[in-house]
């Protein structure tokens, strides 16, 4: 489990690998990983968050979240890219474990074709693997 101001790592975390936002459609807002004021009270028991720690470094995050459509349980995964395929499999187990008792869909926004044989070996398969399109320039174009 996260501690109360490592929400800003998190934050940072998904600044630096997701930009243009880390799940479709929903902007990059630092309501993601920190609740205040009166949403603290509802969400309190519904959202909660992992840290994958290497010394000081983040390197990855599971934050929880019900949906709009209080039978769709959200996870929200960011790993840095030197740590893919090691930390996935810990941060979506805790998360899995601590929601075991609810009866819930699990949708998990995460890129498709990284860290596939553990998130299947944890019971999950692609739905929709088209949320981002990007084109990188180079000089020559």
């Known amino acids: 489990m996260r501690t109360e101001g490592e929400w800003k790592d998190q934050l940072a975390l998904a600044e630096?690998?997701?930009?243009?936002?880390?799940?479709?459609?929903?902007?990059?807002?630092?309501?993601?990983?920190?609740?205040?004021?009166?949403?603290?009270?509802?969400?309190?028991?519904?959202?909660?968050?992992?840290?994958?720690?290497?010394?000081?470094?983040?390197l990855?995050?599971?934050?929880?979240?019900?949906?709009?459509?209080?039978?769709?349980?959200?996870?929200?995964?960011?790993?840095?890219?030197?740590?893919?395929?090691?930390?996935?499999?810990?941060l979506v187990s805790a998360g899995l474990m601590a929601f075991a008792q609810r009866k819930s869909r699990i949708v998990m926004d995460y890129p498709a074709g990284i860290a596939v044989q553990e998130l299947q070996s944890l019971g999950f398969e692609a739905e929709r693997t088209l949320t981002w399109m990007s084109k990188h320039f180079n000089e020559s174009d």
């Open 16 to 58: 630096r690998l997701h930009p243009e936002g880390p799940m479709w459609p929903y902007p990059l807002t630092s309501s993601i990983f920190h609740v205040s004021g009166l949403s603290r009270i509802y969400l309190h028991e519904n959202s909660q968050h992992w840290v994958w720690f290497e010394g000081q470094r983040l």
């Open 60 to 90: 990855g995050s599971l934050t929880t979240r019900y949906s709009t459509e209080r039978s769709t349980l959200r996870f929200l995964l960011v790993v840095d890219p030197e740590a893919r395929g090691e930390v996935e499999g810990p």
